[in-house]
């Protein structure tokens, strides 16, 4: 059997390169990355708009997030297990099956206007893409030489965030036309009327949902009959096993591991948030729901900026550590400004923490992990459940926003800033 389809060494992994034909691979993965960004940042628009249709306050609009975010917790051990079970390939395609479950929920959840229905269908679609993120990252890694997979990582980040900024202004389109003047009308509506006319915003997202649960079964189909090589990474070796951390007895002997796990608990947190409330935000300062969904759209653009920066400056220029350093101070410039001012300029700055938070991920992940050896594995399962941050986070901003105010709420960033830019900047002394 050719060496690209069973396990590779690490010896082996650096001379090994990708046929021409098997660049076909990387797109195939491209666009399931694309499908991540898309299915996760829809959740910027399904904030405002549940909250708008099923009645809801602050804090309930953003278990949107949670229920979305939390599946990673959930799955991320569980998720390795079914891979090592069933394999990548058919893992990924697994994973956008469970997706489309997950979106076909949403149409009961729409004709019954059952806010707890789509927070089921949420979870079965985070779940989904805890096990297709499971499978693709480190498959994406794997799939050719390993001293240019930071590239390749970094094309699938572009891939992503791409489709990010797209999906709120599509599914903006559809669910919250004019739905500023409707919000008006309801106030003067009898509350016969007004069930009928939220039951009508309801039914909005079905057909967009019908077309994703189509889209998503034609990928896991095309994936399961695709030319994808079957790689195991059971026999891809660190360079540190059995070298480095011989003496080492626990995962918990690791603080660089532990410390950037709770950094990438933190950065997932103020991530989501960034683009999942600045919509909300965006009509909590006066500015149109028709207008506010664009900032969405800016938050992910910047921070597709941020990765070609990394692209250009790391490592040449700057270290992972000085990149993550830059960005932590970076967010807590963008909080403090979105606090101070008002308006536009405020919602703007929260759209620009996509800029900030766009290099931290890549520059968390490899400290992280960096010198556990045989421990990787159960260590990247830590940095997976981390993810969980935004489910949390968000919802604590939906608390404080419902009891001060959504522009003071913010404040929660601050912390999780200050954490990660002391996390860059006591590594040497955190890393045995």
């Known amino acids: ?3 690209k389809e069973v396990g590779i060494s690490r010896e082996k992994a650096k001379g090994f390169s990708i046929p021409k034909s098997d660049n076909r691979s990387i797109v195939i993965i491209g ?3 694309f499908i991540f960004g898309f299915i996760t940042w829809l959740n910027s628009v399904l904030i405002p708009y549940l909250k708008i249709a099923c009645e809801l ?4 609009a953003y278990l949107v997030a949670f229920s979305f975010y939390i599946s990673y917790f959930v799955m991320a051990i569980p998720s390795a297990w079914i891979l090592k079970k069933v394999g990548f390939k058919r893992g990924m395609s697994l994973g956008l099956l469970v997706m489309a479950v997950g979106a076909v929920l949403f149409i009961p959840a729409a004709f019954s206007r059952t806010f707890s229905l789509f927070l089921l269908g949420l979870f079965v679609q985070g779940t989904g893409l805890a096990v297709l993120q499971t499978a693709a990252n480190p498959y994406i890694t794997i799939l050719g030489p390993i001293e240019s997979a930071a590239k390749r990582i970094s094309v699938m980040g572009v891939c992503n965030k791409f489709a990010g900024a797209v999906a709120p202004i599509v599914l903006g389109a559809i669910a919250l036309k004019n739905v500023d003047t409707l919000v008006a009308l309801l106030q003067t509506m009898s509350e016969i009327q007004k069930i009928e006319q939220l039951n009508a915003l309801a039914l909005r997202v079905v057909w967009p949902y019908v077309i994703i649960a189509f889209v998503l079964l034609s990928l896991a189909f095309g994936v399961y009959k695709s030319g994808l090589p079957e790689i195991d990474d059971a026999n891809v070796e660190d360079e ?3 070298a480095e951390n011989t003496q080492k007895t626990s995962i918990w002997q690791f603080p660089q591991l532990i410390l950037g796990t709770l950094a990438m608990f933190l950065y997932v947190g103020v991530e989501v948030l960034a683009g999942d409330s600045v919509i909300s935000y965006g009509a909590s300062q006066g500015i149109a729901l028709s207008s506010a969904k664009f900032f969405a759209t800016v938050t992910l653009v910047s921070m597709i900026v941020g990765y070609l920066i990394g692209i250009v400056l790391i490592p040449k220029y700057i270290s992972q550590k000085m990149a993550l350093a830059v960005s932590a101070l970076l967010g807590l410039f963008f909080t403090i400004m979105a606090l101070i001012s008002h308006g536009f300029v405020s919602v703007l700055c929260i759209s620009l923490l996509g800029l900030a938070n766009a290099l931290v991920y890549p520059a968390i992940w490899p400290l992280a ?3 556990l ?7 990247s399962s830590f940095l997976i459940m981390a993810i969980a941050g935004g489910a949390i986070i968000p919802v604590i901003y939906g608390f404080l926003a419902d009891s001060f105010s ?10 999780a800033y200050l954490f ?3 996390y860059a900047l006591f590594y040497k002394k955190i890393k045995p």
């Open 420 to 422: 990660i830019l002391a």
């Open 57 to 60: 306050s602050n804090v309930q």
């Open 406 to 415: 959504p522009r003071g709420a913010y404040m929660i960033a601050l912390p």
């Open 373 to 379: 050896g045989r421990y990787t594995k159960i260590g």
């Open 1 to 3: 059997m050719a060496e």
């Open 31 to 33: 666009m399931l990355f």
């Open 369 to 371: 992990i960096d010198g």
């Open 240 to 242: 540190n096993f059995g």
